[in-house]
């Protein structure tokens, strides 16, 4: 069975979050929504665009009750190093998560065995600590921080409005579907 | 560890598509491109909705040498009776899997447990049968076409050119990157 | 051994009854004499009669205190879709339960094992949810409700008569037969 | 899963047949039709009316290429004594299995476990030794040779004419069913 | 190791006694002394004869304080039948147990293997319901009444004596030996 | 269940026959009629009278191609040593086989448990080592050597006439009963 | 491990005693010194000279407080007869254990595999249980009883005087030493 | 079971004699008679006592064909060490086995469990590899040569004259026992 | 056991060396001497001081025919970055192994549990794969380099001349010593 | 798992100190820091260096609250012995362990298999029984006390000064860094 819908995992690391090195654990996430947004490594090639990308969104997402946590098997002293050093990275004001031990990267099942590092892969966690979306593509296809942004807001709509569903592309602000009986086999 | 990058399972099912039953195997599946499009069930409400809005985008698919399964746990006797009857549904020209044995389902571990039915998610298949892309959404967020479109332009551009990588938001035409040494540490 | 004389084992389902979804469990069914008629699927071919026969003597059976319960693999949206098109099913009021989980089926050990459809078979619980009868055809051999109803005349006069035994072929009214030591060696 | 649509499990016994002793494996029974006809024992009450009811149809039977065997726990020697002391159970002659061992009854999955008594049950086995048809009553209720006599023909016909099936109460000469993917949703 | 000096287990049968259908457990059987008297089946040839002859002496071994259980795997129907029609059956007065679920059968370990028929054994059960004599015969050899008496009037002198032993071929009256150091290597 | 008509177990071991120790294997006992007669213990009571008992039909059973063995947990030394001081035993021809393994007391399955004592135990073997009768008495009871050569001759009669049974108390000279069908229930 | 220096184990036999039968247990050992003088069987040959040995300083061990067991496989009553007729047996006084169970000679480790008899050996035992001694020799060669009292004697220093080791050879009277660490690399 | 009459196991160790290290195996050992002399450890109290006491009869040894090896728990230099310091020990010209890892003394089965130290054992092993012979004392009791002289003279003596056998108390040039039959219980 | 005197296990890894990504396997590294120096992550504090302290003796190392590996769990890409970034670090021109997967740490058995850094561990290597000299420091203590050096010439020394073996502290150029049996217990 | 970092495990054994024989547990070691020496085996060659090497800082190490154990396979026996017969071992005056049985070296990981030979290691042990430093030489290869003596000094300071840690080669008095995260990728 696929994690969707599970509770995530408990966990504990050090994060490097602007200029500091905080702990961070599965008791700390909740409350909030959040983004788990995993990479393979620091100071390669497609993950810094992606990052930034999501850099770019991270103050909307603050304003929506989201943290962002990125995650890959680099220790926080080298999320330090690297964001000390590309200009890409230095926009970022989020959690840097160290998983060098790979807990937090298998508890959500996408590291790739044999290698050590993590998938590029996706997770939208609700304030209770469930997994309400997941994404994972494979090397060299870029994800798209605004989709991200569509379902984050369609998620949470319809946590607020229960008996109603968003249908396909919906957008913030369009109209939604309430499930009755009368609808079924009439749509 | 996640199905990323990993090989489809054997199955075999039988689908309706275009006015007839016919009987799919993995080995059908392989030398195109293939998306897997799970939902829960026929004749409920999200679903219609996202199944029309892959349907709108079928023919350019088609042209990109991708088919299409859709898959529940529903027979294709149902799914027959669902395109006779739904407006929306009777839109669709793909394959409209039935999965009452949950083969399918099970293969690609997108069964809630104890529930009979499949979760919300989208799987892309790259000719050699391996999965590229995965996609799972809870209940009440609809899919969004435009999007998948985009990704499946992306892994296949990869796929064409070997040592080049698509940034975030990649968009067909737009630069790609080329990864060496130099680059490390400099984006 | 045979499920002859065992309980009835725990299940949760929904059903479509009279154009309601309600819910029903192994508790619901006792206190009455029931009926569980399972069938291949929705949308098909025999069952439709089959469902219709049952259909007819649904009235004679509630009178009698019997309660009916159609089961098939799909579910329950499927269920009134069905009964929304069909004209045989149309006359339905019985409740049919959507088994997509395949509890009940796997209950009552009529799974069709690797093809995720019941049996065609029928099983009658006496009020303490004990079988007292059952019966499976094979594929294409249509079910007889007249004689179904004669069996359960003939259960419910054992159950009210302790002592007597109905003979071969016995219709309401005629002469039941009382087991003693005399007539051991003697018919 | 029920043992429909499986084959019979391999056994030896010896039955009473028209004043004789003879042999009879799982071997015999196939290239014809036949009918398991299972009861708890000799000398008991609502039995004879239930074989003399058989009786009186298995000339019928042998004209449509059916053999009866009759299979209870008891020997051989018990079922000509019977046979010679019973004016009902004299009128048999069909095979009278001795299966004191239990095999054949547990083959059938029909012993009443602790007992050493098979049920009251009935299987219909076609020419390749496959099991067609299956019915169980609890204690006290009689069976009906005419319904069974009807399935018979329904089985037979449905063998015989491959792509029909037989509505409910289908009482031979009737009309069948042709199965057709147009009829989906019609009936 | 033998059963010979073990207690015998539990069970609980049906017998048929002087024209009535009595229960018999363990318990019922201890607080006498007790012969169980094991044949193949009802209505064969040897067993009369053996069962006759121990017809013959059973008030002498009532007046010994000795009941008398004959069992096969026949049910109690069977021995019932067998005695209104078997002019020696027809003698006994004893107790008749029908074993059709084989359990005394198992219980002394008699039961042929495959075959569903006990041997032809005797044991002797002391009042503590202990095993003190036994013998089997292989199929064809008829036992002997009058010596199954000797040895239950010495085994019932032996425990009324302590202290005294029965030599070879001792029959009532006869001297028997006190065993005691003197007597070693003396005889 | 029991030893008999099973074939007797590989043994070897040094017995002492007139005057001389010789070696016994389970081959040499095949091809004759045997008789084993296990006696917990040289030098004890009841046993010489057995075994003087035994010695007295020697020569009848040899005439009749008899072998007999006696057997105990002693050493052939002890029983020499027997032979050589006890009246009563100095009259025994037949061989005296030395158990003190165990070995043969255990193939026969009467070793008295952590005591490492044979039963009072007598068995029959046929020519092809298979057992014919067994019988094991408890302490105290003496065992009858005329009885044990009725049953011999009677099981030799049966061995010789195939088709033909021996009935109760049957002596030899004495008629026989030749079973069949016609005598089913009947006697 | 070697027993030296363990606990004996538990026992029970019945052993035979100047003319009489008496019980012993491993309780009935403890509080003296004891001889545990296992050998092969009654009525052989280098045995009695050993025993005969052991016989003559039989006085000289009870005046120092040790009891003397034999041992062998076979039973009191083959021990008395023995006893009775062998006139270097016939002096032995000391216990005579009847061992034919195995219980002692398995305790002891001395059993030899599959044939049933002890091994030429010797233990001796303490008032504590604890053995301190153990001999065993091959078939042939015959102990020595006064080697045997020399080391009880020295046995018995040691424990009457800790502190004090006696020498290669020592006789009761001579020097012993006394370890210390001046001793060290000295001798 | 005894190590009794069992071949030696393997091993491989290095030996201090005369002034070197050589190497000895299990092999090394075979073709003469052997004595394996083990003792706690190098530069204690008893030991040098009866190792010099075994020094005193090894050129008798050497002329009967036999050599002696003693082994303790210590290294081959510690061996020479205490060979270069202690006047007793500097008499010693046989084999001294440094056996620190232990192999040779549990193949022996004489460490003691937790200590890490070899029990005081002799074992006397024939050309063939065979132990005859075994001995073991608690701490403090020292051994005597002279009787493990006498032992050996037995046992060659009985290895060269198959058929006789040593008395108690056997001395080189005294009369050996021939058994046989008329033997056994007249001695 | 320890890791000393074992070959080295298999491995695949890249390394960041002179500005390129080169592979690694346990096949490269034989053929030469080789050091591996593991530390626990890139960007920290007492680590570039000890990676520098080896850079220092690189040349003489190499010029004695020995290869340097560092590692750590961090990537390639993260070692490149270290080295563009750091004065200390920028000094080093052996090969520093990216061990993410911690295939070589755990081979090493170097790997803090649930931590996933590598202790901070040298290993010497000789050219047959064989691990030398093994050092591990917990964290805080810096290694010393000039000590390191001693080593490899002693160990070098010595595999160049067999039968002479280090003193403490030798210094190259220093007398070794020879050892005999002579020198035994002389030192 | 390497054994930095964990506690020392439970040891019990007898050393050889200043001409004393005293016994020494895991539980006497801790409340000091404490140097466990390893090495194969007393009177032979490189090991004397090394201890004299260590015998000549044990009372700078003393002063420094530091104990030292050296231990081997022997005996205290011969650890004695040797001290007596060695000029360089007389020297001595710590604790030498006797560890014939294995435990502290099995402890510690450095049995060699098969051998029963200690390898060349050093651990240090801090106060609370924490094994700080560890380091393993090949055969051959002399350890140096002046190095361990720098690494102890180490050790203890950064015990003493939370927060600080030494750089490589770090001698007592040099300056120390103290980790902050302005440090991290700036050495």
């Known amino acids: ?35 788990f947004f995993f990479y393979p490594a620091d100071f390669t090639f497609v993950c810094p665009t992606e990052l930034e990308d999501l850099a770019g969104i991270y103050p909307t997402l603050q304003s929506l009750n989201v943290e962002v946590y990125s995650v890959s098997t680099d220790t926080h002293f080298s999320h330090k190093a690297w964001h000390d050093t590309s200009p890409a990275i230095g926009k970022i004001s989020y959690y840097m998560l160290g998983d060098q031990s790979g807990q937090i990267t298998n508890n959500f099942d996408v590291m790739r065995p044999g290698v050590g590092l993590a998938d590029r892969a996706t997770f939208l966690v609700d304030p209770e600590g469930v997994i309400q979306f997941m994404e994972i593509t494979s090397e060299g296809v870029g994800r798209n921080a605004t989709e991200l942004l569509r379902k984050v807001k369609a998620a949470q709509y319809v946590a607020a409005h229960p008996g109603e569903v968003c249908p396909a592309k919906w957008e913030e602000g369009e109209e939604t579907l309430a499930p009755s009986l009368d609808l079924v086999g009439k749509i």
């Not at 690391?13 to 961070?24: L, W």
């Not at 654990?25 to 959040?34: E, L, R």
């Open 1 to 35: 069975m696929a994690l969707i819908n599970t509770p995530i995992k408990p966990f504990k690391a050090t994060a490097f979050k602007e200029g500091k090195f905080v702990d961070v654990t599965d008791a700390d996430v909740k409350g909030k929504w959040a983004i």
